[in-house]
């Protein structure tokens, strides 16, 4: 099964590649992947947790860490870094960006029409060829935006 960097991977491929890779298919994982892959991103481990402990009710927060450490060490998820936030999680998926609320933590994901070509254009000024990028812009939504002006 060959998924291409950035792609993303479709609904149950995660674990067939997991397991092409040598990688064991736990109904731990099993529940953290669908989890992953239903929610639609930018979970917390904790909400990973909690989620996931419906499903498998014994599962340890420690083995949802290591799992998305595994998924991560494999590029089937990516980790966020979001300022003033814990770390989140999602799915592997193309080129995106984000917009963060700094009060309620929202994250929204949009497209950027001309970030390929500003890409393009800054490795070819600076001969950097790029593997990747990471765009976050930070301010207040529209519901919190309107709360903090009363």
Known sequence: MIVTRGERPR?????????????????QR??????????????????????ARKE????????VYRTLELLKDLDLVSELHLAGSRYRYEAQSGEHQHLVCLACGRVIEFQCAHCAEM???LADQHGLKITGSRVELFGYCEECSTTRND
Do not use: F, K, M
């Open 11 to 27: 609904p149950g491929q995660v674990a067939a590649l997991l397991q092409e890779r040598g990688n064991r298919v736990t109904p």
């Open 30 to 51: 099993r529940a953290i992947l669908r989890i992953i892959e239903e929610q639609g991103g930018h979970l917390s481990a904790d909400e990973i947790y909690y989620l």
């Open 56 to 63: 498998v009710p014994r599962l340890s927060l420690s083995t």
């Open 119 to 121: 890409h393009q254009r």
